[in-house]
């Protein structure tokens, strides 16, 4: 049997990795950050905040819906798309609690001046 790489660590450390990934494109973040600001269901095209074409931006909203970060639903011929504000607060919780668990020793050697 082939295990994949990502199998040889924890199903938390995984789950990280997966939500993290998510993340890890400045368009992502833009789309994130766009829905935050408007605070409501954007029915219409994203891409037309985004120097991005629109399927380039339809990529990224299915990345960013299947990491559970955002929603999107079909009304007709548009889709309305939404932050989960359940992810993204659990998101916040991960992210923060993944930084608390890493301390440094009073005498790092790699810390700043």
């Known amino acids: 049997m082939v295990v994949s790489k990502t199998e040889l660590f924890d199903d938390v450390l995984q789950e990280r990795a997966n939500l993290f990934k998510a993340l890890a494109h400045p368009?992502?973040?833009?789309?994130?950050?766009?829905?935050?600001?408007t605070k409501t269901c954007i029915s219409g095209d994203i891409s037309e905040e985004l120097p991005l074409s629109r399927t380039t931006v339809n990529q990224h909203l299915k990345e960013l819906k299947n990491a559970g970060l955002i929603r999107g639903t079909v009304e007709g011929v548009k889709t309305n798309?939404?932050?989960d504000y359940t992810k993204v607060d659990e998101m916040?919780?991960?992210?923060?609690?993944?930084?608390d668990e890493i301390e440094f020793p009073e005498n790092f050697c790699c810390k700043p001046d």
């Open 81 to 83: 798309y939404c932050l």
């Open 27 to 37: 368009a992502r973040l833009q789309i994130l950050q766009f829905l935050a600001q």
């Open 92 to 99: 916040k919780k991960i992210l923060s609690g993944f930084f």
